[in-house]
């Protein structure tokens, strides 16, 4: 983790939750006026009557959304700055919607919020931040009655399978054996998962099933040599449960700053797993994470990324760019070198963007140029400012 942490600029953050998740509302919801409050949200191109009709469809969808229908995943959330941002935009969703700020903050830690990373010292940043800014609107919040779904990827190496004959009491034979066979399919994947991170494609498995499962966990009052421990598994696999859910749900958007890192320089099995399972994007993990994300994010929804600016134009990457031509970009803002102040040159140089999973179909995206600018706040101001705006399908 630590070779790949990057903290990303606040003025990115902001364009990149205002234009997915903000977007998300707005476009359902074009009556209310929370984009007045947005310094960084762009407003749509100007698009073809045909596009516009294919637009008022997908609109549709967003009307019906209510505020806790919305989920949003940081699947690389380090220490949980994009989430913390999109906390609040979620509670001016609420309050547009008619909510109180106390049942909001309580309602978005249940039902808005994920959050992964691989590195357990990030996650408890992150699980802070977010229990914080929650506190912020709601001063009891912190009672431990309220879930947060922020988690450390764990790995299920340790997990001491013979004890699964201990659980299930009760159900009957056909609900049990399907619950541990799923869940010995979910301690599969998840074998070494602290390498691969969220990269990692879980199956959609009966979630409350597997649950029931664990909670029904019978010794028969005998403790036994074998039966040792068997309470420190159930909690194992509580918590395996609740990253496995998180890693195979589909959400609305899906927003991050991967890690950077070219995936020859990383372990033999995280480089033979990418080669298999992202052959287009297998180059950099960056990339790999351009293609997880589509994955992780429903048709119609939003995908915000800031990312190195290579795939655009290295043939490397040339299938990875088909796949995301046939998709729309809503915008971009192409950043290039020093976007972030605390790396000096040309080291890191970066795109920030926002694609809709619904297929292309000659949509008019918005495409800032910030690459002439040496600074961080420079290339701000250039983008608050408009100049060097593009329009193109």
Request: with cysteine.
């Amino acid at each position: 983790p630590a070779v790949t942490q990057l903290f990303t600029p606040d003025w990115i953050v902001r364009y990149m939750v205002e234009n997915s998740l903000g977007r998300l509302w707005v476009e359902g919801h074009p009556e209310c006026d929370l984009k007045e409050n947005w310094k960084y949200y762009l407003e749509e191109a100007q698009q073809e009557p045909e596009v516009q009709v294919k637009l008022s469809e997908i609109r549709k969808e967003y009307a019906a959304l209510n505020p806790e229908d919305i989920k949003l995943i940081d699947p690389c959330m380090g220490s949980g700055h994009i989430l913390v941002y999109a906390f609040d935009v979620l509670m001016q969703i609420y309050e547009s919607a008619g909510y109180s700020q106390r049942d909001a903050a309580k309602s978005i830690l249940e039902n808005n919020i994920y959050g992964l990373d691989i590195d357990d010292r990030a996650y408890q940043l992150a699980y802070f931040a977010v229990m914080m800014k929650a506190r912020q609107y709601n001063r009891r919040i912190l009672n431990g009655e309220n879930s947060c779904h922020v988690y450390a990827i764990q790995e299920s190496n340790s997990i001491n399978r013979a004890h699964l004959k201990y659980f299930g009491a009760g159900m009957d034979d056909i609900e049990k054996n399907a619950a541990k066979m799923q869940l010995e399919g979910l301690l599969d994947t998840l074998t070494d998962a602290k390498e691969y991170g969220s990269i990692l494609n879980v199956e959609s498995y009966n979630w409350d099933l597997l649950r029931r499962f664990v909670a029904a966990e019978d010794t028969d009052g005998q403790i036994s040599m074998d039966s040792v421990g068997v309470e420190d598994t159930a909690e194992q696999l509580n918590r395996l449960i609740d990253i496995g859910e998180t890693m195979a749900r589909k959400y609305w958007v899906t927003c991050t700053n991967p890690p950077y890192a070219g995936t020859s320089n990383l372990s033999a099995n995280v480089n033979n797993f990418v080669k298999k399972n992202y052959p287009d994007s297998k180059a950099d993990l960056f990339a790999v994470f351009i293609e997880r994300c589509r994955q992780m994010t429903v048709n119609n929804g939003f995908q915000a990324m800031i990312t190195q600016h290579s795939w655009m134009f290295l043939s490397v990457f040339e299938n990875l760019r088909r796949k995301l031509l046939s998709v729309s970009t809503v915008n971009m803002v192409h950043l290039g070198a020093h976007a972030f102040e605390e790396i000096g040159g040309e080291v890191v140089q970066t795109t920030s963007f926002i694609l809709r999973g619904y297929k292309n179909f000659d949509y008019v995206g918005v495409y800032c140029r910030l690459v002439e600018p040496v600074s961080q706040y420079a290339k701000e101001e250039m983008f608050q400012s408009g100049e060097n705006r593009f329009f193109s399908s």
